[in-house]
């Protein structure tokens, strides 16, 4: 494998994209810690969708919690001109792009590698889109993983008036359709593997009995030749 090579890796919902070099054990603690962190935001906070940013500032403290070090946060809320139209994954690659500057291709390589992977699509639409009586709610987190583990995160939620069949990751909307302001938040942050490590095990039992009850951890394929920044 060459070591500019990505794997594509889902948690709940935060679609990853981690570096070959990443050891198995810091991918699989960055992978555990997201979902922990999610479990907990939905405990709290319940659905993502509906409270979205009250459900984030929860998620963002579970990270810390596992021992996580936050060295960056990002914030916008973002209105946009009706006439205009604007895909979920326009202001995270474009965030992401300032962070890394290979992301916007890492992100256009991964997503191509989707393509066909009907279950690993189907498993990311539920924790990233819901449908409800008046249109479509997205939630949609996209990250980086490089070894330390170090993660460069960003998320974004909105509303749109546009039914859950005609909505999906690239697929650009209709500005007009959006209810109220996009919401974007970034992160980066590097995990202190002495706080992590003596609840390691306790968190693996944990993610894995979840597991059992659905998927939430799933890896999606290789992205190859991708360009190292």
Known sequence: MKTDDYWLWMSGGTLLLVAAQVPLAQRQAVLDSLLYAQLVANKAQGSRFAHYSPWYSRYRRGLSERGWIIAQLFHERQGTDAAS???????????LQTRNETAASLIERGLNTLVGNDDGLQNLHRYMFEGHESGTRIALEIGLVHPGPV?????????????????????????WTFQGEVAVN????????????????????????????????????AISGAEHG
Request: net charge negative; aromatic share 4%.
């Open 151 to 175: 993660i460069t995160l960003c998320s974004v939620g909105l509303q749109t008036t546009e039914p859950l069949a005609q909505v999906g990751i690239e697929r650009p909307l209709p500005a």
């Open 85 to 95: 139209m604007l895909a979920p994954i326009q202001p995270l690659s474009l965030w």
């Open 186 to 221: 970034g992160l980066s942050a590097k995990l202190d593997n002495e706080l992590f490590e003596p609840r390691r095990e306790e968190l693996r039992v944990l993610i894995e009995r979840k597991q059992q009850e659905q998927c939430y951890l799933l890896e999606l394929g």
